[in-house]
């Protein structure tokens, strides 16, 4: 079916001797039976839906995390001046946070450093290096950065400073010789685990660390800052993930974290934090200091404790996000969507020099959601080209970086599964767009452009008992997406423009059964022209939230597209 923005929906084809066998084993309903078996959960993950479990740390017995925690307990030990360096977005602040706690904690001698991404580039450098030494470091922890930073552990190693990089990008042999790496890629005994961020990397070992050097610090208050990392760095909330996301929700109050409450304070929120806080809200604001000059910000603000820094940062870090906004809606009204869709191509390329390169990987996320494919948007920057790649969930973007990176098509670059940058020679574009466009083709991805709804819904079933079935496969995100169905012969009654930019209305069945429904940022769409005009039947395509509104809840159906 084509919808009026031109998409193809398709049902999901779930078979009914699994949804049988499923509502019988564990006495789900038929719909949470469907979403289990389309979402493929598996025994573990089942178990968590209706108990509540544990977390615990699955590296006791990792050679890699042992090595590290001696490195830093005879580093501790010996009374030597640690360097925390991490990347500029919110992985690497949230991840640095943590260890600013701990080390604040047992009163040990440090500094932190989150590189500035026009000055000092991506990641670990030699460049970048030169400059910390002078500090007199003895060993520089990098976190969410380093899998690939050969050359610059190399001057440390010659500088006589030891090295721990915690990371989950790419890495490739021959590994960079620090002291101690942890990183599920490298492939030694928990490679289960590569869907880990690095804020969870440093969570599970700071618990471990903890524990040998007997600290009381209960590092488990600030295990939404884990979540935090694993919403914003586009991690799949699912087996460990899913632990992590519903114990840091269970357990969290907000009133208790001075920096997430003066950002919902701010902007004046009284809910429960969820992970649309997380993903929408909190990261963005905490992102646009790595976007637009102050890399430092977030970090200065998730790991302060005193009143003026956390007002001053915030405050700070929100005007910078509306900034953002405005620059990011200015970047987008010029890109020619319609042109890109004629071209039809698998992985959108879009390159144009002006772009501010903070906002790159922003600008390729919106074009991957709007498109359904891996996005690369490329900008000139001085005598270079910086871009910044997103990803869907089955093409690891990280990988083909890094064998760009190996082939010398690109200077430097690195990334995971579903996000990357990287930086290469204006002379190299072409064969960078024939390389990522044929790797494609050769990895056998499915890319046909097709999205999906559950099933199709009766109005009648439009109940708070359904949409309770629904929630207990919350947290949804990556890798667990919100349920979108199909409603059919649906009339549009009493359109309202919101804000300038949403539509409120009401959807009535041939029953007359209403459904209470809103259309964000639909004005200027087609979606919104038909919503606002359109006088016969339409079906629906959209999904099911609970608006609280002076306290009192209600169901309402968030439109997603519309079939004639």
Request: aromatic share 10%; charged share 25%; with cysteine.
């Amino acid at each position: 079916m084509i919808s009026v923005s031109g998409k193809k929906w398709e049902q999901k084809y779930i078979n009914q001797n699994l949804v049988d066998k499923l509502k019988q084993d564990y006495n789900f309903s038929d719909i949470l039976s469907r979403l289990v078996i389309s979402r493929k959960f598996d025994v573990d993950e089942i178990a968590t839906i209706d108990t509540n479990l544990d977390l615990n740390n699955v590296f006791l017995k990792s050679e890699d995390f042992n090595q590290s925690i001696k490195l830093v307990v005879n580093c501790i030990n010996n009374n030597e001046k640690i360097c925390i360096l991490g990347d500029y977005d919110v992985d690497g602040s949230a991840a640095t946070s943590l260890f600013v706690k701990f080390l604040e904690s047992i009163n040990h001698s440090f500094f932190y450093y989150i590189p500035d991404r026009e000055k000092d580039g991506y990641g670990a450098t030699k460049k970048l290096f030169q400059k910390l030494i002078l500090e007199e470091p003895k060993l520089i922890i990098m976190v969410d950065c380093g899998s690939t930073s050969n050359e610059a552990i190399d001057f440390l190693n010659e500088n006589e400073i030891k090295s721990l990089i915690i990371d989950h990008h790419e890495i490739n042999e021959p590994f960079p010789k620090a002291n101690s790496i942890i990183n599920p890629k490298k492939d030694n005994g928990y490679k289960e685990y590569d869907y880990l961020c690095a804020t969870s990397l440093s969570y599970f070992f700071l618990d471990l660390l903890i524990k040998e050097i007997k600290s009381e610090i209960n590092i488990s208050d600030y295990l939404i800052y884990v979540l935090l990392a694993t919403v914003c760095d586009v991690m799949p909330l699912r087996k460990l993930n899913r632990l992590i996301a519903l114990n840091a929700l269970k357990s969290f109050d907000i009133k208790k974290n001075l920096p997430l409450n003066a950002i919902f304070e701010l902007n004046e929120k009284k809910n429960k934090i969820n992970i649309n806080d997380l993903g929408y809200l909190i990261g963005p604001i905490l992102n646009a200091g790595g976007r637009l000059g102050k890399s430092q910000y977030a970090t200065e603000l998730l790991s302060s404790n005193n009143d003026q820094v956390i007002k001053e940062r915030s405050t700070y870090l929100i005007k910078l996000n509306n900034k953002r906004k405005e620059i990011e809606t200015l970047v987008l009204n010029e890109i020619d969507f319609h042109q890109i869709e004629k071209e039809n191509k698998d992985v959108i390329i879009y390159y144009n020099p002006n772009i501010n390169e903070g906002l790159i990987g922003i600008i390729a996320a919106r074009l991957k959601d709007y498109f359904n494919k891996p996005s690369i948007v490329i900008t000139a920057s001085n005598e270079l080209l910086k871009g910044s790649a997103r990803s869907i969930y089955d093409y690891n973007i990280g990988r083909v970086i890094k064998n760009l990176l190996d082939k010398n098509i690109i200077i430097n670059g690195g990334g995971h599964n579903m996000a990357a940058g990287f930086t290469l020679n204006k002379g190299k574009l072409k064969t960078f767009q024939d390389y990522i466009l044929e790797d494609f083709l050769k990895s056998n991805t499915v890319n046909n452009n097709i999205f999906s709804y559950e099933s199709e819904l009766s109005s009648s079933v439009f109940d708070q008992d359904f949409y309770n079935d629904i929630k207990k496969l919350e947290p949804f995100g990556t890798g667990n997406s919100v349920p979108i169905f199909m409603l059919r012969n649906l009339r549009i009654i009493n359109p309202i423009i919101l804000n300038n930019k949403h539509i409120s209305l009401v959807l009535k069945s041939k029953t007359g059964f209403s459904i209470k429904s809103i259309s964000f940022n639909s004005i200027n769409t087609k979606i919104g022209e038909y919503l606002m005009s359109y006088k016969n039947n339409i079906s629906v395509i959209g999904q099911i939230n609970e608006n609280i509104w002076n306290n009192k809840k209600t169901l309402q159906l968030t439109i997603r597209d519309i079939i004639l």
